[in-house]
């Protein structure tokens, strides 16, 4: 399956660094970032922000 992934400027370039750093592809690094924060459980992810079409409609 493949999926798309928006990162900040600032993500960007630490994972280009990350991966040129240990000389693997950006898709391996963040690939292996997910793999070993998904084996944690869930009580290691954040509870995703709310939208901004939810936010914004939330006090209408």
């Given amino acids: 399956m493949a999926v798309t992934l928006r990162l900040t400027d600032d993500e960007t370039e630490a994972l280009r660094r ?3 750093r240990e000389s ?5 690094v963040a ?3 997910i793999r070993a924060r998904s084996s944690t459980g ?3 992810w ?3 922000a709310p939208s901004r079409s939810s936010a914004s ?3 209408a």
């Fill in 31 to 33: 690939r292996q970032a």
């Fill in 42 to 44: 869930t009580s290691g």
């Fill in 18 to 20: 990350r991966a040129e």
């Fill in 24 to 28: 693997r592809s950006m898709q391996e």
């Fill in 46 to 48: 954040r509870s995703p």
């Fill in 57 to 59: 409609t939330a006090g």
